[in-house]
């Protein structure tokens, strides 16, 4: 993608600084030029193109089409929305195919390969969104109510048939979400020595209809689950207490035998694109919101089955102060 700068202001400055240089050398005229370039830049050049990963979960699809509404309605961006999953979206940055992940929940593994220092340098942390990420094991506020005990987990094995399905191979079974999400479930089953077998539902969907269906029909279900999100106001659903998380416990990943942390989600971005001087880029340096705030969007797409354009339109036009932080 070419990023670059357009307008007679530009031209202005540049045959402004040409004239006034022409007897000083090109060196001189070529090193001035540059100079006036940057500056014309930083004093209001017009924003290009913004390559948008979108991962698949709700909540990130409305922290990114919020963002991307502020980009196009107030700096006039053309925004590249770009449905990937988290490991692809990092790949993306080293050709320019991504700008932005606005919403991670902590890869130290593609740290190492993409951060500078470890890695080939074309990533780098922007901060964080706002969102603090809390995953978990969780139950339907039903099962929580009429076998209290269920929410610790040295009880679960008890309780083991009651969970069986016919994919679980007569253990019990834990609801596993998208494989492609942070998730170390198949090793805190096998390490606490539970007889359980994770089977995956393939989607924030298809998880959300079960634990639904669990709630209304009274069904044994236990599953990865985390928040933010807006259907934990719909169904609150209830935590299991796996061992507390410790610094360090989730490594090597075979050996996690613990609870998953509390996460500050943060934006990962391209090396090359932060650098730009795109005024694209202090939007998302600025961008912070609260899990109140995407519930509120998540919900208008998930449950009001509004689209990600309008839903972000919405929420955007009901908070003039909010965007107003986050401009250049």
């Not at 094991?137 to 610790?152: G, K, Q, R, S």
Request: overall charge negative; charged content about 25%; hydrophobic content about 40%.
């Amino acid at each position: 993608m070419t990023r670059g700068w357009k307008g007679g202001r530009l031209a202005a400055l540049a045959v402004g600084a040409t004239l006034a240089l022409a007897a000083c050398g090109s060196n001189s005229i070529d090193a001035e030029t540059q100079e006036n370039e940057k500056k014309a830049q930083a004093a209001g050049g017009a924003c290009e193109e913004l390559n948008m990963a979108v991962n698949p979960w709700v909540g990130y699809e409305a922290s990114a089409y919020v963002v991307g509404t502020v980009a196009e309605q107030e700096l006039g961006c053309t925004v590249n929305y770009k449905n990937l999953k988290e490991d692809v979206s990092w790949q993306g940055f080293a050709t320019g195919e991504v700008d932005v992940v606005i919403e991670d929940w902590g890869h130290p593994d593609l740290e190492k390969k993409f951060f500078e220092g470890s890695g080939d340098g074309s990533a780098m942390d922007f901060g964080p969104n706002g969102n603090v990420g809390i995953i978990g094991w969780y139950v339907p506020p039903w099962l929580a109510e009429e076998h209290p005990d269920i929410l610790e987990w040295e009880n679960l094995n008890k309780y083991a048939q009651d969970f069986a399905t016919s994919e679980s191979g007569g253990q019990g079974q834990f609801l596993g979400a998208d494989p492609s999400y942070v998730q170390f479930d198949e090793a805190i089953v096998e390490n606490l020595d539970l007889d359980f077998k994770v089977v995956f539902s393939g989607s924030e969907a298809a998880s959300i209809e079960a634990f639904e269906q669990a709630e209304k029909n009274k069904e044994f279900l236990i599953g990865y689950f985390y928040e933010p999100q807006w259907f934990m106001s719909v169904v609150p659903l209830e935590k299991v207490a796996l061992p507390p998380y410790k610094e360090g416990c989730q490594e090597p990943p075979e050996d996690v035998d613990c609870d998953y942390p509390e996460t500050v989600l943060k934006k990962i971005v391209s090396t090359e694109w932060a650098e730009s001087g795109d005024p694209s880029v202090d939007l998302v340096k600025n961008f912070e919101w609260t899990n109140e705030d995407q519930n509120t969007v998540a919900k208008y797409i998930s449950q009001d089955k509004m689209s990600q354009e309008d839903a972000a339109a919405k929420w955007v036009e009901e908070n003039p102060d909010k965007v107003k932080a986050w401009l250049p």
